[in-house]
């Protein structure tokens, strides 16, 4: 499945025992070139709180194999697959998904803007960090479920994000590491958006990267809410008051089902 050109493989074991997912198997069945490549693995599982009434547990691991606690994309195709609306648990918390037609609606929970929520390695201002690489100085860092940093620019497009992205990414300063998002502003309500996604690289769309910069610029004051962010892989619209919790929207797709054994990439 894809969101916005963002790919996942899904594995559907919420009814069917599966063995343990370990960080070989998800970097092995991601490899694009010996495996069934994806950007992310997302594995469903029954649900360890049904009397919460969580629907079933969702899983992400990226294509190097390190597990992670959301993706916004992702979420929006698990959405279309599960077909109705449903609160399901992920590694950030609860979300509330809606499958709408073509793709989903997304409650991605309340963003968190502490230091020690990012988590960043010392105590500093989220909204205006004392800190730059290079020509990417005074982000701002939000936690939407994951930690994202992010950078304000003139042109989005002319950072040379897959050079600096890793730099950033592995940064002493976050200790969990960090996704990089640079945006530019293209109107009142509308951002463009590149990212370097943590332990992904350069993706065509990052939902997560969406929340986080729409949330960042509706706090600097920058847009207006609801955002439309424009990535590579195309348009997502992002909703968010202060205080309350992030709506996303955009597509989500399946590109096809099959089969493979478990044995040849254990």
């Given at each position: ?52 009434g969580h629907a079933f547990r969702m ?208």
């Amino acid at each position: 499945m894809h969101g916005l050109g963002n790919d996942f493989v899904v594995i559907d074991a919420r009814a069917l025992a599966f063995p343990p997912m370990t960080p070989a198997v998800a970097r092995a069945l991601a490899d694009r070139r010996t495996g069934i490549g994806c950007d992310q693995l997302v594995l469903l599982e029954p649900s360890a709180a049904p009397e919460a009434g969580h629907a079933f547990r969702m899983r992400i691991f990226n294509s190097d194999g390190s597990e992670v606690e959301a993706c916004g994309n992702a979420a929006r195709a698990v959405a279309l697959l599960h077909g109705e609306a449903a609160v399901i648990e992920t590694g950030g918390g609860p979300i509330t998904l809606e499958p709408l037609d073509g793709g989903a609606r997304v409650d991605m929970g309340t963003p968190r803007f502490d230091w020690d929520a990012i988590p960043l390695d010392v105590p500093m201002d989220t909204a205006a960090m004392p800190v730059g690489w290079d020509s990417l100085e005074s982000p701002m860092a939000v936690n939407v479920g994951n930690p994202h940093v992010i950078f304000f620019v003139d042109d989005a497009d002319a950072v040379p994000l897959e050079s600096i992205g890793p730099v950033i990414e592995h940064d002493p300063l976050f200790p969990q590491r960090i996704n990089v998002n640079v945006a530019s502003l293209a109107g009142p309500d509308h951002l463009r958006l590149r990212v370097w996604e943590r332990g992904a690289g350069l993706t065509r769309a990052c939902g997560t990267g969406a929340c986080a910069s729409a949330v960042a610029a509706i706090r600097r004051g920058l847009v207006a809410s609801p955002v439309r962010v424009s990535l590579p892989g195309g348009d997502l619209v992002i909703a968010w008051e202060p205080g309350g919790t992030i709506q996303m929207s955009g597509p989500a797709k399946a590109s096809f089902r099959g089969s493979f054994d478990w044995d040849d990439f254990a």
